[in-house]
């Protein structure tokens, strides 16, 4: 923070990425990678067989939505957080204050987790030798979804004795292939860059109807039970969710919730359901389910 560009734009979300097409605007990586999936076929990773759709939903719900990304940030260096603005900036998140010495004293625990995940990995799906989760000829949706906290961590400094290319050799082979990969297609055709200002510009040029997409549907057995045209708001249920984005339900689906943001731009902004928690305005969140 701040995020002057997003703000610009009407998007009160604060956690990166976002993806916009057009007026539409996508929170949450989980839903991006759906929707470039659905909207460039052509490109897609994901598989099309249903046991290993469950596999990459798994994935996904392990290590994005659950405890995995909670885990490997306790392995963040405690000097980041002799910066006050960064300490500052930090408090709260994903339950901890952040003080330099309750990280210290919480890492040998995110370690042991760690650790427990290379292994999983090692002895497990990576133990036969295989180049990618799936056995697909170049990494798959499947590996996305798993590799990015490990190779996250592996940039933290973690005890060689605990975890280490040494102790886990098939995990950092996959990682090295996975980062060669990367290399690979950086050279595919390059993006081109844009200004926020360019952004909003463009985003104002496109902008039609303020009515909803003819496609918009409001489930109406949604166990929420919320009517079309309600003002809501929705925001993330684990951390920053001071940060929320109201406007009127235009469609709500089993994962997906999208409103009509009314800011400078009539944004669609649309955020997947679990990991986000959607109530009228006004109205406190009811606590859902039990906390991890
Ligand atoms: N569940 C979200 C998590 C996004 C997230 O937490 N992103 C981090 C960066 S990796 C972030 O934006 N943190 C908030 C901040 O630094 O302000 C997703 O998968 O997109």
């Known amino acids: 923070m701040p995020r002057p560009d997003l703000e610009k734009l009407g998007v009160k979300y604060r956690r990166i990425p976002v993806l916009a097409i057009g007026r539409d605007v996508y929170l949450d990586t989980r839903l991006i990678l759906r929707k470039l999936e659905e909207k460039f076929p052509n490109g897609k990773l994901g598989s099309d067989k249903p046991e290993q759709q469950f596999i990459e939903r798994l994935l996904e719900r392990y290590m994005v939505e659950g405890p995995v990304f909670q885990e ?15 300490a500052k900036d930090r408090k709260g998140f994903l339950g901890r204050d952040w003080t330099p010495e309750e990280m210290d004293e919480g890492r040998p625990e995110c370690l042991v987790f760690i650790r427990n995940l290379f292994d999983l990995l090692e002895t497990t799906i990576l133990a036969d030798g295989r180049q990618w989760v799936l056995e697909t000829e170049r990494p798959s949706l499947a590996d996305l979804q798993a590799i990015w906290p490990v190779d996250w961590v592996t940039s933290l400094k973690m005890p060689s004795h605990v ?4 102790q886990f050799p098939k995990v950092y082979a996959w990682i090295s292939r996975f980062r060669a ?16 200002d360019e952004a909003f510009s463009y985003i104002k040029s496109i902008q039609g109807s303020k009515e909803p997409n003819p496609e918009d549907a409001v489930d109406e057995d949604d166990p929420q039970d919320f009517e079309r045209g309600t003002l809501v708001e929705i925001y993330p249920s684990d951390w920053g969710s001071e940060h929320r984005d109201a406007g009127r339900l235009v469609a709500l689906a089993r994962d997906e919730v999208t409103i009509m943001a009314a800011g400078a731009l009539d944004l669609r902004i649309h955020a997947p359901r679990t990991g986000f928690k959607m109530t009228a305005v006004g109205k406190a969140a009811a606590t859902g389910g039990t906390k991890l």
């Open 72 to 86: 490997a940030a306790g392995l963040v260096p405690s000097a980041f957080l002799k910066d006050p603005i960064f």
């Open 163 to 166: 975890v280490s290319e040494e």
């Open 181 to 196: 990969a990367l290399k690979d297609a950086d050279s595919a055709p390059t993006a081109v860059p844009m200004t926020g």
